[in-house]
């Protein structure tokens, strides 16, 4: 099994930026695609962003061109750098991965945005 922590969430300004990092840990050779989501307070988990294994990259609209989803495979480790932030960016972000017969989650990291 995958597991994966995620970290670096906090309160941040309106505008301002913050890296939350996931480590993976366990069977990562199976790994096919690390990916962000986040759940806003009273709505839907939505997708943010995916880095597969062969580096492709996908980002939801709402955050296209303000984040940047990256990787180092030493160190196990998936990135977000979340610029530009808005009050709307406000949720608790996951860490996931798609496995080859499953999928991992980690247990989340509250970002606030403050306007």
């Known amino acids: 099994q995958v597991q994966l922590v995620e970290s670096g969430g906090g309160l941040v300004q309106a505008g301002g930026s913050l890296r939350l990092s996931c480590v993976a840990s366990g069977s990562t050779s199976g790994i096919q695609y690390v990916g962000w989501y986040r759940q806003p307070p009273g709505r839907e988990r939505e997708f943010v962003a995916y880095?597969?294994?062969?580096?492709?990259?996908e980002y939801g609209s709402s955050v296209n061109g303000r984040f940047a989803i990256s990787r180092d495979s030493a160190k196990n480790t998936v990135y977000l750098q979340m610029n530009n932030l808005k009050p709307e960016d406000t949720a608790i972000y996951y860490c996931n991965a798609v496995v080859t017969t499953y999928t991992s989650w980690g247990q989340g990291t509250q970002v606030t945005v403050s306007s």
């Open positions: 880095i597969s294994t062969g580096g492709r990259t």
